[in-house]
């Protein structure tokens, strides 16, 4: 039973959330706040699972003012994936005046609400299969986004950049993980860092590992959370995604998920093996956003835990790359 306060608020949000769907054209029915919703909550200000009359279920978002601007880039980002058959894009709905509603001071946008299978963690890093279908996912967009740009205004990002700032931040702020990793920022200096500008850019997902995945029992249902978007060195979805599978695993990058998912990209001849004996390297770079992450919430196990991480890669550098047949 619901007493006469809850009541009220029932009634209200039920106007609310009416209102809202109403300019979609979304006859709205109830909401679905025991349903989990993959992705990162961080990504808005507020998200719930709302069904309409007819069954459909959605997922309802409300984001701030400054988000305005990038959300609408990867609504029209995904809409234009989807145009191009992209099965496991979810694009967002959209209505006369575009992907983002404002409803009196709050912006809205709304797309269908997928249920997944949840990973079996940490045992999926074995997977051969998902390794396979995460592969072939990235094929299939990158053959399918190589005019975006031109239709699209796409943000560029500098991996190297990105790395060099932050040895400068980290010497400042946090001199003391700096002396712990002082050798990996040696070892792509000498090399990585010397020709990552002759890398050719792809468009990227950004942050593509089997976390932004809504898995089915034995396929990918949708790719989702794609704020970092945009032109990056080709490699750069594949090192993330390698990257993620050892933070779980380390001993799962030389494992049968790992190896397939490179054996499918290497057969199909996208990426020059020049580019591919980078990927080790691209992979460690991306560690550093990883380790800024935990650095600006000062979560210390996180921060030794990412530190032991990366030179553990680099210490045993030479096998995983005879594993990738890198070398």
């Not at 990867?74 to 209505?95: G, M, R, V």
């Not at 249920?115 to 051969?128: H, I, M, S, T, W």
């Not at 580019?275 to 770079?285: E, G, K, N, T, V």
Request: net charge negative; charged share 25%.
């Amino acid at each position: 039973m619901i007493d006469n306060d809850g009541a009220v608020q029932y009634q209200q949000d039920s106007y609310h959330f009416s209102k809202i769907l109403s300019e979609w054209n979304i006859s709205f029915k109830k909401t679905h706040p025991e349903l989990i919703i993959s992705g990162s909550p961080q990504r808005c200000a507020y998200r719930i699972v709302v069904e309409d009359d007819n069954g459909h279920v959605y997922i309802l978002e409300k984001i701030s003012k400054t988000q305005f601007s990038h959300k609408q880039l990867i609504a029209q980002t995904l809409s234009y994936l989807s145009d191009k058959n992209i099965s496991e894009i979810n694009p967002y709905l959209k209505n006369e005046n575009g992907f983002i509603v404002k409803i009196d001071t709050t912006f809205w946008q709304i797309q269908p609400f997928i249920k997944g299978f949840e990973l079996n963690r940490p045992e999926y890093v074995l997977d051969a299969w998902r390794g396979k279908k995460l592969a072939d996912f990235l094929i299939r967009l990158w053959n399918n986004s190589e005019e975006i740009s031109e239709n699209i205004s796409l943000p560029f990002f500098s991996l190297k950049d990105y790395v060099l700032t932050m040895k400068n931040n980290m010497s400042r702020h946090h001199p003391v993980e700096l002396a712990q990793i002082e050798s990996v920022f040696e070892y792509l200096a000498s090399n990585f860092f010397l020709i990552y500008d002759q890398i050719p850019m792809r468009f990227c997902h950004g942050d593509y590992h089997p976390l932004n995945i809504i898995w089915d029992y034995d396929s990918i249902q949708a790719v989702i959370d794609w704020e970092f978007l945009g032109l990056k060195i080709e490699i750069y979805d594949m090192a993330n995604l390698l990257g993620c599978l050892g933070i779980e695993e380390p001993t799962s990058l030389t494992k049968d998920f790992a190896i397939e998912f490179i054996k499918t990209l290497k057969q199909s001849d996208l990426i020059s093996k020049k580019d591919f004996s980078y990927l080790f390297d691209c992979m460690i770079a991306l560690r550093f956003a990883w380790l800024a992450e935990w650095l600006s919430c000062n979560d210390r196990d996180m921060i030794q835990l990412e530190i032991d991480y990366m030179n553990l890669l680099l210490e045993n550098r030479l096998e995983i790359k005879r594993k990738w047949t890198l070398l």
